[in-house]
């Protein structure tokens, strides 16, 4: 009889991470916001970004009030001090696009988090690209 409790365990607990695993692949913290990603060693907008990055402006200058900490983060590849600085950029360019956009300067705070807070903890180039992003947070 206790050799059927640890396969349905193991299954509850395999279901259980998979709803958690596709839930950080939706939107950002901040709702009606979504993520960007970026290309390797790269701080530039992505062509296929703009249209999300666009998205994002709309929601922001609909919703005045809101402050917004864009958050930049970086894959585990290159050096701490490097992928802070990366990072940075990230969550500058981003910024910068959005302020283009006619989003309020005032409204927005940027960050940059390197790889220390990894969306994906693999070592694969789909785990690198979830984790070249900028995330979007209310403040």
Same mark, same amino acid.
């Given at each position: 009889?206790?050799?059927?409790? #640890? @396969?349905?365990? *193991? #299954? +509850? ?6 709803? +958690?695993?596709? =839930?950080?692949? &939706? @939107? +950002? ?9 970026? %290309?390797?060693?790269?701080?530039? *907008?992505? @062509? /296929?970004?703009?249209? *999300?990055? %666009?998205? =994002? +402006? ?7 009030? #809101? =402050? ?6 970086? /894959? ?11 990072? /940075?950029?990230?969550?500058? !360019? ?6 283009? !956009? &006619?989003?309020?300067?005032?409204? #927005?705070?940027?960050?940059?988090? &390197?790889?220390?807070? @990894?969306?994906?903890? &693999? ?17």
């Amino acid at each position: 009889m206790k050799h059927f409790v #640890l @396969p349905v365990i *193991i #299954l +509850a607990v395999t279901l259980s991470m998979g709803t +958690a695993c596709q =839930n950080k692949k &939706g @939107p +950002a913290t901040a709702s009606g916001l979504k993520r960007v990603h970026f %290309d390797f060693d790269s701080a530039s *907008i992505r @062509p /296929d970004m703009v249209a *999300i990055l %666009d998205s =994002n +402006a709309k929601y922001i200058k609909k919703n005045a009030k #809101l =402050n917004i900490v864009v958050e930049g983060h970086c /894959d585990e590849r290159g050096t701490n001090e490097y992928n802070l600085a990366l990072g /940075d950029r990230r969550a500058s !360019q981003t910024k910068s696009y959005l302020v283009k !956009q &006619g989003v309020s300067s005032k409204n #927005l705070k940027t960050v940059s988090y &390197g790889e220390e807070q @990894p969306l994906e903890k &693999g070592h694969s180039e789909a785990s690198w690209y979830m984790n070249r992003r900028a995330e979007f947070v209310k403040q």
